[in-house]
Antibody, heavy 124, light 110 residues
Framework: QLQLQESGPGLVKPSETLSLTCSVS??????????WGWIRQPPGKGLEWIGS???????YYNPSLKSRVTISVDTSKNQFSLKRSSVTAADTAVYFC????????????????WGQGTLVTVSS | QSALTQPRSVSGSPGQSVTISCTGT?????????VSWYQQHPGKAPKLMIY???ERPSGVPDRFSGSKSANTASLTISGLQTDDEADYYC??????????FGGGTKLTVL
């Protein structure tokens, strides 16, 4: 059974960089059909897709967040990471990592496995 | 890329049916059959309930069904149960390996 687990600081100061890691267990992050995504949810608000990455290093970002977001993958550790620079209070949210499937060997799939989420608060 | 439009809340009594709509554009909901629905209980991660517009993952009751017409997708829950009370989110593929979520709908089971 695939499991995902987010980790990282729960408190980040304004203007600093938010850094989170998602550890994948029960399967390989290097599967050619799997894509690994970050989704966030501000308190009391809805879900927002941040971006996804393939083990090959190909990245895809939400156009509205792209300028200050970097997603990377470490296949040796079976992990992928999110960095969001110059954070503000608006970046306070629960951050989820999740898997979805996609090309080249299968059609685009939904977010079928999720981590439990981690709350990141931006405050001085 | 704008969020998909969902009603803020819907409600129903146990045993009844409710339908939640999700309206997008021809660039997302209307352009692809990759619409999914997620159930989220407070403090929990979202759970996949419907994918590819109308497909149910293993373990999801057949009380949950999905459909789509033009730029609007719908989730119908029949035979409402108290445990169905949760937030529901739609999500659509929007091309170029990007995704967009709806704003979410709070379902209250009266």
């Amino acid at each position: 059974q695939l499991q995902l687990q987010e980790s990282g600081p729960g408190l980040v100061k304004p203007s600093e960089t938010l850094s989170l890691t998602c550890s994948v267990s029960g399967g390989s992050i290097s599967s050619s059909s799997d894509y690994w995504g970050w989704i966030r949810q501000p308190p009391g608000k809805g879900l927002e897709w941040i971006g996804s990455i393939h083990y090959s290093g190909s990245t895809y970002y939400n156009p509205s967040l792209k300028s200050r977001v970097t997603i990377s993958v470490d296949t040796s550790k079976n992990q992928f990471s999110l960095k969001r620079s110059s954070v503000t209070a608006a970046d306070t949210a629960v951050y989820f990592c999740a898997r979805h499937r996609g090309p080249p060997h299968t059609a685009m799939g939904p977010f079928d496995y999720w981590g439990q989420g981690t709350l990141v608060t931006v405050s001085s | 890329q704008s969020a998909l439009t969902q009603p803020r809340s819907v409600s129903g009594s146990p045993g009844q049916s409710v339908t939640i709509s999700c309206t997008g554009t021809s660039s997302d909901v209307g352009g692809y059959n990759f619409v999914s629905w997620y159930q989220q209980h407070p403090g929990k991660a979202p759970k996949l309930m419907i994918y590819d517009v109308s497909e149910r993952p293993s373990g999801v009751p057949d009380r949950f069904s999905g459909s789509k017409s033009a730029n609007t997708a719908s989730l119908t829950i029949s035979g409402l149960q108290t445990d169905d009370e949760a937030d529901y989110y739609c999500c659509s593929y929007a091309g170029s390996y990007t995704w967009v979520f709806g704003g979410g709908t709070k379902l209250t089971v009266l």
